[in-house]
């Protein structure tokens, strides 16, 4: 059951947040629990429905107020209904014409948590006051649970690198401010090595990603890989990794002395087959001297005789 309030503030209570004029509800959506971090900033989602179809954003005023107290204003268009605690510090995010109520708040302090309503007018054309329909939307109402310390990026997959091979590392932080993301940034590489991106998790969470890829060199072994998420307000976190790298294994000093002492081997074989060849022809001619010496002389012998 939703509760709304008309200009004659009295409180009615249907199925649904209802429209006396039209027949129809009006209806709104807001992230109820929220986590903020004090000193950053937060933004509280917020749609809504009307009925009698698209109304101009001229025709429709947005107010954001204190449940139990109507007329203490968190943000309205006129900067001075503002509670002063408040100046200053909150806009609309959306068009109301779009049925975008959300609410931003800067630089939180330790006593904004709500809880927050919000609440939808429709203004004359002529002169912009607003008319009987006046709709609170109660049951629809944001808290905000403050974080006094801000959450550390995760890093990951954490596993060795490769000396030489391409090497990737994810570091994401979640946060509740897409308006003014935390900056991610890293102790080692370049802009060209770094993809970033935001994503809408789920109610009013997002998450800010930051991907690094590099070759690691032996040079990286044992270094810290560091992340550091910077917030709105200049509040900072981080996380450390150290590297481990994994050195390409490196035969050279087997190989070539293998090789050296193989080459010196068949050098030394060739040498000692040369020198047998040779000695064997030296022999043979030696022997074949030999022997014509000795059948000269022998002839030369019978000669003699006769």
């Known amino acids: 059951t939703k509760m709304f309030r008309n200009q004659h ?32 900033c937060v933004v509280l989602p917020c749609t809504f429905t009307h009925p009698g179809g698209g109304l101009s954003n001229s025709r429709l005023r947005g107010i954001w107020h204190r449940k139990d107290k109507w007329e203490e204003f968190f943000y309205h268009e006129d900067n001075t209904k503002i509670l002063d605690s408040f100046k200053g510090r909150t806009k609309l995010m959306g068009r109301l014409g779009e049925s975008n109520c ?6 939180v302090k330790d006593h904004d948590n709500g809880p927050f309503c919000f609440r939808v007018e429709l203004v004359r054309k002529d002169n912009n006051q607003p008319t009987s329909e006046k709709f609170s939307f109660v049951e629809e109402c944001a808290e905000i649970k403050m974080l006094h310390d801000p959450p550390k990026p995760k890093l990951g997959p954490l596993k060795t690198a490769i000396q030489g091979k391409p090497y990737t590392i994810t570091c994401s932080i979640r946060h509740t401010c897409p308006s003014h993301p935390p900056k991610l940034t890293w102790t080692h590489g370049t802009v060209d090595d770094i993809i970033e991106s935001h994503e809408d ?19 990286d072994d044992d ?9 709105n307000g200049n509040i900072r976190s981080n996380t450390d990794f150290r590297l481990n ?15 050296t002492a193989a080459t010196t081997a068949v050098m030394f074989g060739l040498l000692c087959l040369f020198m047998t060849k040779k000695y064997k022809n030296n022999k043979l001619q030696s022997l074949h001297n030999s022997s014509f010496t000795f059948s000269m002389w022998n002839r030369m012998s019978r000669l003699s005789r006769r």
């Open 9 to 40: 503030n009295d409180t009615r209570t249907c199925p649904a947040v209802c429209s006396p004029v039209f027949g129809e509800s009006w209806r709104a959506s807001v992230t109820k629990n929220i986590d903020a971090l004090v000193g950053s």
């Open 102 to 107: 959300t609410l931003e708040i800067i630089e």
């Open 201 to 219: 998790v789920y109610s009013g969470v997002w998450q800010t990603e930051s991907v690094l890829s590099f070759i690691p060199e032996e040079k």
């Open 223 to 231: 270094s810290l890989l560091t992340c550091t998420a910077t917030f």
């Open 245 to 259: 790298v994994k050195r390409t294994e490196n035969y050279n000093h087997i190989i070539i002395p293998t090789v």
